[in-house]
């Protein structure tokens, strides 16, 4: 079975432009996660989708980050306009119903932004 | 809301000496407590989990873990560092459905 696919991998854009990154779980997973990770803050958790629906955003940083799970297959992460700050590796995990279940990570999208 | 602090963000071992990762959790409900692992460039991979069954958990490449109540803590120890085992691990909570992660501990193994 294949593993949660993230990308891109690396993405390098310019201070004001849109960046979208995209999460496929793992096929049967209930619950989709967001988290960026940075050395300054650590993992963090921006957002989390049950069958589809968002279920807590309130670790989304600020109205230039929103995230979509138009089915059970695909999520998108958007930033729009991007900063220096956003800079950070974001992974996105997917897991099943049970909250004893492990989450399976991606691994990861590191976006630099100049 | 659940919570869980690591301490020590770099532990550095020899190779073949104990390796003890400290972690202590904050909930007000029975907490599901879990140890992952990230190597360089990778996402995070689960070691173990406790999920209120057995207080002792074995997990994957040697590591173990000690639920302890009275002490509200989770740590992680591995009787005998491996080279391979130098990596970054995170403890983690989750009591509702999501799941938060401590600041991470780098362990570093000295040949």
């Known amino acids: 079975d294949a593993g949660v696919i993230q990308s891109p991998r690396h993405e390098v854009t310019e201070m004001g432009q849109e960046v979208t990154l995209r999460c496929k779980p793992i096929?049967?997973?209930?619950?989709l996660f967001w988290y960026r990770q940075t050395m300054m803050r650590g993992l963090e958790l921006l957002i989390y989708?049950?069958?589809?629906?968002?279920?807590?955003d309130s670790g989304m940083p600020e109205d230039r980050f929103s995230a979509k799970m138009p089915n059970a297959s695909f999520s998108t992460l958007k930033i729009q306009p991007s900063e220096p700050r956003d800079s950070a590796v974001y992974f996105c995990a997917s897991r099943r119903r049970t909250n004893t279940g492990e989450l399976f990570f991606g691994e990861g999208s590191r976006l630099t932004v100049l | 809301a659940q919570s869980v602090t690591q301490l020590g963000s770099h532990v550095s071992v020899s190779e073949g000496a104990l390796v003890l990762l400290r972690c202590n959790y904050s909930s007000s409900v029975p907490p599901y407590l879990f140890w992952y692992v990230q190597y360089p460039n990778q996402g995070l991979q689960l070691l173990l989990k406790?999920?209120?069954?057995?207080?002792l958990v074995k997990g994957i490449n040697g590591f173990e873990a000690e639920f302890k109540k009275s002490e509200t803590s989770f740590h992680l120890t591995k009787p005998s560092a491996h080279m391979s085992d130098a990596a970054e691990y995170f403890c983690?909570?989750?009591?509702?459905?999501?799941?938060?992660f401590g600041a991470g501990t780098r362990l570093t193994v000295k040949p």
């Open positions: 406790y999920t209120s069954a057995a207080t």
């Open positions: 989708f049950n069958n589809n629906v968002p279920i807590d």
């Open positions: 983690a909570v989750s009591v509702s459905n999501d799941m938060r």
């Open positions: 096929s049967g997973h209930d619950y």
